[in-house]
């Protein structure tokens, strides 16, 4: 059995149209009932995250330094010969059979949200699972997004670029009342190792263009630690958006450090020196606690101080903090000692690659 490569979007970052010969594939594999099957990287946020956020982003230019790794979000879909559309999903183990379909969608999980908006017009039962722990603040709720209106559009026969894709989710996203940026969906749709400029609902992300050696180089300086605490990151961006939107000087003075620490790493990461990335990410983390207390947690605080004891240079929460990752910039001599420590107060290790494919849609055909 082989796997026909249906999209891997890349739109203006290398436009790859789906041949004659594949779209008649798909359509002889929809009528045979064959499954499609998508798969998108989550993302670590290196620095700038939170500016990519309305209202920042609305009032000035966010940046962003993310990387997309190969921890995955997946969804697959087979047709079935009724009207009816479920879906299971696995990591939740919770089963909608069939799905609603709602006119609002707050308060809606993201996949029943995401059925209610891109309906297929077919029936299907579709399945959703991740390589990621719940509320790991490595963006899968952005990634699942991509993932679910990607494989629905090529369901339809619908052709979307990766800026369509990006709008759909995200602005699906913020229907259910979860504020979000579009760096976790940027992400998931291109993958590499990009800085996004976000003005207004305008993302424009620009691969680093980091070489081999200096991407080897970078990789094995990075560990990616789970904290054990899952997050709703929900709660805390509405609390740093409402300090936000209240005026608190801290918050905004934050915010503009983040902006300003992201151009710095992008500097940085072109002349793949990357020296300071630990003081950056550590610099990033005190600006990232100043935007609401909710940010960091005391297990966040016993981690990072045991990273600091044990060889890592610098480190911070990914995503909205609160629990989940941290990911640390480590001396390459001190990174064993600094994964036994972790594990010895019960932290989770998490081997990764960063992920240059992206969003993938494929289907399996003898």
């Known amino acids: 059995m082989r796997s026909v490569l249906l999209h891997n979007i890349q739109d203006d970052w290398g436009n790859q149209q789906v041949s004659a010969a594949e779209q008649?594939?798909?359509?002889?594999?929809?009528?045979?009932?064959?499954?499609?099957?998508?798969?998108?990287?989550?993302r670590i946020d290196l620095a700038g995250g939170w500016t990519?956020?309305?209202p920042f982003a609305m009032e000035d230019e966010?940046?962003?330094?993310?990387?997309?790794?190969?921890?995955?979000?997946?969804?697959?879909?087979?047709?079935?010969?009724d009207s009816c559309v479920s879906l299971y999903a696995v990591d939740l183990k919770e089963l909608f059979h069939p799905v609603e379909i709602y006119a609002c969608l707050h308060g809606l999980n993201l996949p029943q949200a995401i059925l209610s908006?891109?309906?297929p017009n077919?029936?299907?039962?579709?399945?959703?699972?991740?390589?990621?722990?719940?509320?790991?603040?490595?963006?899968?709720?952005?990634?699942?997004?991509?993932?679910?209106?990607?494989?629905?559009?090529?369901?339809?026969?619908?052709k979307l670029n990766s800026s369509q894709i990006v709008d759909i989710?995200?602005?699906?996203?913020?229907?259910?009342?979860?504020?979000?940026?579009?760096?976790?969906?940027?992400?998931?749709?291109?993958?590499?190792?990009?800085?996004?400029?976000?003005?207004?609902?305008?993302?424009?992300?620009?691969?680093?263009?980091?070489?081999?050696?200096?991407?080897?180089?970078?990789?094995?300086?990075?560990?990616?630690?789970?904290?054990?605490?899952?997050?709703?990151?929900?709660?805390?961006?509405?609390?740093?958006?409402?300090?936000?939107?209240?005026?608190?000087?801290?918050?905004h003075d934050a915010l503009k450090a983040l902006r300003r620490i992201a151009g710095e790493m992008k500097q940085m990461f072109e002349i793949s020196n990357f020296f300071d990335l630990g003081q950056l990410l550590d610099e990033n983390w005190h600006f990232q606690?100043?935007?609401?207390?909710?940010?960091?947690?005391e297990r966040i605080d016993e981690l990072v101080d045991i990273g600091k004891k044990s060889g890592c240079i610098g480190g911070k929460a990914c995503g909205a903090g609160g629990g989940g990752c941290l990911v640390f910039h480590c001396n390459v001599g001190c990174i064993d000692s600094a994964k036994r420590a972790f594990r010895a107060v019960g932290a989770r290790v998490?081997?990764?690659?960063?992920?240059?494919e992206g969003l993938r849609i494929w289907s399996p055909e003898g």
Do not use: M
């Open 117 to 119: 908006r891109v309906r």
């Open 122 to 158: 077919r029936g299907c039962h579709l399945a959703t699972w991740s390589d990621v722990p719940k509320g790991s603040g490595l963006g899968a709720s952005g990634t699942l997004g991509v993932a679910l209106v990607g494989l629905l559009s090529v369901f339809a026969e619908k």
């Open 52 to 54: 990519d956020l309305i």
């Open 169 to 251: 989710a995200a602005g699906i996203e913020q229907e259910t009342g979860i504020s979000c940026g579009k760096q976790d969906h940027y992400a998931g749709v291109l993958g590499g190792v990009n800085l996004l400029r976000c003005k207004g609902e305008s993302v424009k992300s620009t691969p680093l263009g980091l070489t081999e050696d200096a991407l080897e180089k970078l990789h094995n300086s990075l560990l990616l630690i789970y904290t054990g605490e899952s997050h709703f990151s929900g709660n805390i961006l509405q609390n740093v958006i409402d300090a936000y939107r209240a005026g608190n000087r801290r918050t």
């Open 24 to 42: 008649k594939r798909t359509i002889a594999a929809l009528s045979r009932r064959v499954p499609l099957y998508a798969r998108a990287p989550t």
């Open 289 to 297: 606690k100043q935007l609401h207390p909710s940010v960091n947690t």
């Open 62 to 81: 966010g940046l962003v330094v993310n990387a997309s790794i190969d921890l995955h979000v997946y969804a697959s879909l087979t047709p079935v010969l």
């Open 350 to 356: 998490i081997p990764f690659r960063f992920d240059f």
